[in-house]
């Protein structure tokens, strides 16, 4: 059952901690819930479930590195699948076909938030 009132956005960090052009990684917040990561480019922010559509896995290489070398697309470390950052569609690799999972973000006195129940695990409501 959906609650009354709904639960106020997770804050994931100040705006001005995710630079132009870079990624950052969030951990789950409970058990049921995959993490998250937020990529800025051209100004804005696009926030993402951090689990690859071909097997589920975190997509990074080490903390933080979830795009190319050059910036321009976001790779998964396991078998290379290639997402575009704007929405997330796999450009190649796996999962063509197949999209990450895309987390709404709004930012708010500088903070940058996602819905409270970003990231949970369908199987868990
Ligand atoms: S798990 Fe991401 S491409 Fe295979």
Same mark, same amino acid.
Request: proline fraction near 10%; glycine fraction near 10%.
């Given at each position: 059952?959906?609650?009354?009132?709904?639960?106020?956005?997770? %804050?994931?960090?100040?705006a001005a901690a995710l630079a132009e052009g870079t990624a950052r990684g969030f951990?789950?917040?409970?058990?049921?819930?995959?993490?998250?990561?937020? %990529?800025?480019?051209?100004?804005? %922010?696009?926030?993402?479930?951090?689990?690859?559509?071909?097997?589920?896995?975190?997509?990074?290489?080490?903390?933080?590195?979830?795009?190319?070398?050059?910036?321009?697309?976001? %790779?998964?470390?396991?078998?290379?699948?290639?997402?575009?950052?704007?929405?997330?569609?796999?450009?190649?690799?796996?999962?063509?076909?197949?999209?990450?999972?895309?987390?709404?973000v709004t930012e708010a006195a500088g903070m940058l938030c996602v819905p409270a129940d970003a990231g949970r695990h369908p199987a868990t409501?």
């Open positions: 059952m959906d609650a009354l009132i709904p639960a106020p956005p997770r %804050v994931l960090c100040p951990p789950a917040t409970a058990p049921g819930f995959a993490g998250l990561f937020l %990529v800025r480019k051209n100004g804005r %922010v696009f926030g993402y479930v951090n689990a690859c559509p071909h097997l589920g896995v975190s997509l990074e290489w080490t903390q933080d590195r979830f795009l190319s070398a050059d910036g321009t697309t976001i %790779v998964c470390a396991m078998h290379a699948a290639v997402f575009r950052i704007a929405d997330g569609a796999c450009l190649a690799g796996p999962c063509a076909e197949a999209a990450l999972t895309p987390v709404a409501g």
